[in-house]
């Protein structure tokens, strides 16, 4: 994980990412241009996130 961009240790805190094309319906771990930016710094909300956009059928990469 620490190598592909979506977690991030600065001192103690965490920091998971995913890039997210609402008009494309596409979900990525790395970065993507013309994605919008998600920031967590909780792991549940960022699971949370994860399944709520799988459950709308979005796709992973």
């Not at 990412?17 to 792991?43: C, P, T, Y």
């Amino acid at each position: 994980m620490g190598g592909s961009g979506t977690m991030e240790q600065a001192g103690r805190a965490r920091v998971w990412r995913i890039w997210v094309d609402a008009e494309r319906k596409i979900v990525s771990f790395h970065e993507m241009k013309g994605a919008r930016l998600l920031e967590f710094r909780n792991w549940e909300m960022f699971i949370s996130a994860v399944d709520d956009y799988a459950k709308r059928q979005f796709r992973y990469q």
